[in-house]
């Protein structure tokens, strides 16, 4: 057995007789890298979890806005459109000899706190997501009834639906002075397929639908003594006035900026288009220091870890003297000692990220799917990525650079001892 591997077996075993203190300095390493390690996997699966929200959508149409805004309300259902763009403007657009499919979306309801969207049947024909997968039924089919409705994997699963199920809908967001529309009821025709993206926290009916159960209301609230049934407003169905946004997919994507700009300058009314990259890019921009302050963070918790190291070897040193004198006295060297203590500090490093990466990898597999349901956060356990491995890297050698420290200081000391040896 060559030298060096004696040394550290040596090593080893010395950090086994002291395995009570040095446990909590694993531990501490441990927990430092697994919050740096789960910062990098939350923060580029979310990224990605976010891009992969929509895919082939050229640009989405709404009224003269922001575009992130637009962006958030259009895709991710969050906030709200303070105008909405009139219908005639969305068929105007659908008509253009450069545009393959839209695919129109109307938002303002929801049911027990899951958005509820009016579309058509293209949705389901042409929103792609991820690498443009189309969307699948679990269960069940698109709605064709006036009076039914698909509902997304994730709310299906948390409120216990399935195909068949009669449902009433809500008029706004929910809240509690909200009104019901259960003078309504819709009936479940399908249940989507997990998609990992908004869709799968989301109830679609047709724009028909919205525009039914609104029937009968002004300013947001049903008339005073006013009733139509189902069956009357079956009979009501018209198209609908306005509606929140239109996704639109174009037959060469080269002219996207073409139709862009027509859009802009359309003439009838004000429209903002936005491509759905850029859109997302902005958004990145704008958490871009947040990230970088978490990130700052874990990093200081990182070396703390490291600090704790050294001065767990450091404090030690005075009570191994002896052990390293008889180190000496037998024939080691002073880089012998050093290499000894600087290879005693590296194990315990490389022992508290491994444990950080199990530890990452088991709270992935039981958090997972909590977060899911409740952020719609879709968090996988695999093996470490790209940036995971120079992250992991990266601790081991700062590591190894905060081990040599103790190391340097016992190498000194070793050399005196040695001198005091000789005399």
Known sequence: ???????????????????????????????????????????????????????????????????????????????????????????????????????????????????????????????????????????????????????????????????????????????????????????????????????????????????????????????????????????????????TALLVGLEKRSRVFALQRDIHEYQDEALTAVMPGVAMDQIWDMVDSGEKALLLVSILVTITGLAGLIAAILAGLGERRRELTILRSVGARPADILILLAAEGFLLVVSGVLIAVFALALLLHFLSPTLTDMYGIVLQASAPSVAEWWIIGGICVAGFLASLIPATKAYRLSLADGLALSR
């Open 1 to 243: 057995m060559s030298r060096f591997l004696c040394l550290l077996l040596l090593s080893a075993k010395s950090a086994w007789n002291r395995r009570g203190t040095l446990a909590l300095v694993v531990c501490s390493i441990a927990l430092s890298a697994t919050l740096l390690l789960g910062l990098e996997r939350i923060r580029s699966q979310v990224r990605e979890s976010f891009v992969q929200a929509v895919s082939g959508t050229d640009l989405i149409v709404g009224a003269r806005g922001g575009n992130l805004q637009l962006m958030l309300y259009a895709i991710f259902h969050l906030g709200g459109a303070t105008h909405n763009m009139g219908f005639k403007s969305a068929e105007a657009i659908a008509q253009n000899p450069e545009v393959a499919w839209t695919i129109p979306i109307s938002l303002g309801d929801s049911h027990r706190g899951y958005p509820v969207v009016g579309t058509s049947q293209d949705f389901f024909a042409h929103y792609k997501f991820r690498n443009r997968e189309a969307i699948t039924f679990a269960k069940g089919e698109a709605f064709t009834d006036l009076f039914e409705v698909v509902v997304g994997a994730q709310a299906a699963r948390m409120l216990g639906y399935e195909v068949g199920h009669k449902i009433s809908l809500t008029h706004g967001s929910g809240d509690a002075l909200a009104t019901e529309h259960d003078d309504m009821p819709f009936t479940i025709s399908g249940i989507l397929a997990p998609t990992g993206t908004p869709v799968d926290r989301s109830l679609y009916i047709s724009l028909a639908a919205m525009e039914a159960i609104h029937l009968g209301w002004q300013g947001g609230a049903p008339l005073p003594g006013l009733k139509i049934s189902p069956e009357q407003a079956k009979q009501f169905i018209q198209e609908p006035e306005s509606i």
